[in-house]
């Protein structure tokens, strides 16, 4: 006659109260960790935009007082004079020396561009910044951080073709906005790229 054998059931291991703990205490580590370093690049994304950006300000407040039509309206002097005014507090202070503001009789300030292009550029350029504000080629604007803001201190280049890069006090023929100096024969060869760092759509 058999005899039958029957295996007890084996109780189920649970995990101690400190193992648990141990456990929690990990994940949260790591979730802090996670954050900290997502928070690190978003911070430092803010800081090394923070100048592109401030010019932008800077340029858009420029381009909205630019469009005034008070500017131009030979009844409205006392408002214009207080749009060359407030114009004039956006400028660096070498350009208010060399470039009295004035309206330009077709609408605008002289020497400032009036619009800006979808496929503007803007980029860090050593401690400025320089904004091209036409299709990526023409005239490139220099800002200055000057008495705690970014404020515009004039032409300062032209960007052609290639990202070549050519300084305003290198050109030959006088430049005048919307209109580029006759092409470099070097061609691409003489190019040099366009910093980056700036706004690029």
Same mark, same amino acid.
């Given at each position: 006659?058999?005899? $039958?054998?029957?295996?007890?059931?084996?109780?189920?291991?649970?995990?101690?109260?400190?193992?648990? $703990?141990?456990?929690?205490?990990?994940?949260?580590?790591?979730?802090?960790?996670?954050?900290?370093?997502?928070?690190?690049?978003?911070? *430092?994304?803010?800081?090394?935009?923070?100048?592109?950006? #401030?010019?932008?300000?800077?340029? /858009?407040?420029? @381009?909205?007082?630019?469009?005034?039509? $008070?500017?131009?309206?030979? +009844?409205?002097?006392?408002? +214009?004079?207080?749009?060359?005014?407030?114009?004039?507090?956006?400028?660096? +202070?070498?350009?208010?020396?060399?470039?009295?503001?004035?309206?330009?009789?077709?609408?605008?300030?002289?020497?400032?561009?009036?619009?800006?292009?979808?496929? *503007?550029?803007? !980029?860090?350029?050593?401690?400025?910044? !320089?904004?091209?504000?036409?299709?990526?080629?023409?005239?490139?604007?220099? *800002?200055? *951080?000057?008495?705690?803001? !970014?404020? @515009?201190? #004039?032409?300062?280049?032209?960007?052609?073709?290639?990202?070549?890069?050519?300084?305003? /006090?290198?050109?030959?023929?006088?430049?005048?906005?919307?209109?580029?100096?006759? +092409?470099?024969?070097?061609?691409?060869?003489?190019?040099?790229?366009?910093?980056?760092?700036?706004?690029?759509?």
């Amino acid at each position: 006659m058999g005899s $039958e054998f029957s295996s007890p059931m084996m109780p189920e291991r649970q995990a101690s109260p400190t193992t648990t $703990e141990m456990t929690n205490t990990r994940i949260a580590l790591i979730s802090a960790a996670i954050v900290a370093l997502l928070l690190a690049g978003l911070a *430092f994304e803010v800081v090394t935009t923070q100048p592109v950006r #401030g010019a932008m300000r800077t340029c /858009s407040e420029l @381009f909205t007082i630019a469009n005034r039509q $008070e500017l131009t309206d030979p +009844a409205r002097v006392k408002e +214009a004079k207080t749009l060359l005014e407030a114009a004039s507090t956006l400028c660096s +202070a070498r350009y208010r020396r060399s470039h009295p503001l004035i309206a330009a009789t077709e609408g605008g300030l002289v020497g400032i561009p009036r619009n800006i292009n979808k496929n *503007f550029k803007a !980029w860090r350029e050593g401690p400025n910044v !320089w904004i091209c504000t036409t299709n990526r080629i023409g005239p490139v604007y220099q *800002f200055v *951080f000057e008495d705690g803001r !970014w404020r @515009f201190d #004039g032409l300062i280049a032209i960007l052609r073709p290639w990202g070549e890069i050519v300084r305003s /006090s290198e050109l030959a023929d006088p430049v005048v906005e919307g209109r580029l100096p006759a +092409a470099s024969p070097d061609g691409p060869s003489a190019a040099r790229p366009a910093a980056s760092g700036g706004r690029r759509d």
